[in-house]
């Protein structure tokens, strides 16, 4: 997989390869969702605040109409969080934008996704990091989610279905981790698989409300700074909620 600071041109041929596949498998225009995207990158996410080029190019090629359901492509650029099935979401794009931008990505780090849903955030990240594992618990999810990804030609991204709340020992230490589901508390296995000088957002709180915690780990030692409320979906296993909250996600 090409990655923007290394390709310049990545942009204009991912752009260009879209339009001949939406062009064969959707009715609606390419441009169209490109124009859609563009106006969802200028006014949900750098008018709020992220300055990240680098953030801003991700989130405005990878097509996020194609990780959402037929119901939902209509909706796939609006300024909320879609239904992705199995009761799960995916997470409005400034949520996405924002978690992705404070790992502070430079394209060398191996990060670590725990719930991927659609695989739509693990696209996005893959775009700016060389390699990521994505974990999801539904197994519907993984498969989908794994051959979309390889479809659509995200090829530095690894699915496995498992509990995420575990992380992914083998693959261990990660740069970044990232986790798209409500942790009733950090998970302990997540800071020991973390690098040293390697950062980690998760959402941690009740079911009804979360702090987006940014960890950062150095010199042995965590330091953690609240970024913002939000309300994810539960995480489920080991170290997530035994019983089952009723939760939806930002
Ligand atoms: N980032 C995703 C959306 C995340 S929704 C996207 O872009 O589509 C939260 C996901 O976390 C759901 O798919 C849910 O099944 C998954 N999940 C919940 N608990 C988990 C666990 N312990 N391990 C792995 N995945 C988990």
Not at 103 to 115: K, P, Q, T
């Amino acid at each position: 997989m090409v990655r923007f600071a290394r390709e310049p041109n990545f942009l204009a041929m991912r752009r260009s390869s879209l339009v001949s596949r939406n062009a064969n498998s959707t009715p609606s225009e390419p441009s169209h969702f490109e124009a859609l995207r563009r106006e969802m990158v200028a006014l949900q996410i750098r008018d709020r605040g992220i300055r990240s080029e680098r953030v801003l190019a991700a989130m405005a090629s990878v097509p996020r109409h194609e990780f959402v359901p037929a119901s939902q492509v209509s909706a796939a650029y609006s300024d909320n969080a879609l239904l992705i099935g199995e009761g799960q979401t995916i997470s409005q794009p400034y949520v996405v934008a924002a978690m992705t931008d404070a790992l502070s990505l430079n394209g060398s780090e191996r990060v670590l996704e725990i719930g991927g849903g659609s695989g739509y955030h693990s696209a996005v990240l893959s775009l700016l990091a060389r390699e990521v594992t994505a974990m999801e618990f539904v197994p519907q999810l993984a498969d989908a989610a794994r051959s979309r990804l390889a479809h659509l030609g995200f090829s530095n991204v690894h699915v496995e279905q498992a509990d995420g709340s575990l992380g992914w020992p083998s693959g261990a230490p990660f740069d970044a981790i990232l986790v798209a589901a409500a942790a009733p508390e950090i998970p302990p296995p997540l800071i020991d698989q973390l690098a040293e000088g390697g950062r980690l957002v998760i959402p941690v709180g009740s079911a009804e409300e979360q702090n987006l915690l940014l960890l950062m780990k150095s010199n042995g030692g965590v330091t953690r700074k609240i970024m913002f409320t939000c309300r994810f979906v539960p995480l489920r296993g080991r170290h997530g909620w035994q019983t089952e909250p009723q939760g939806t996600t930002q």
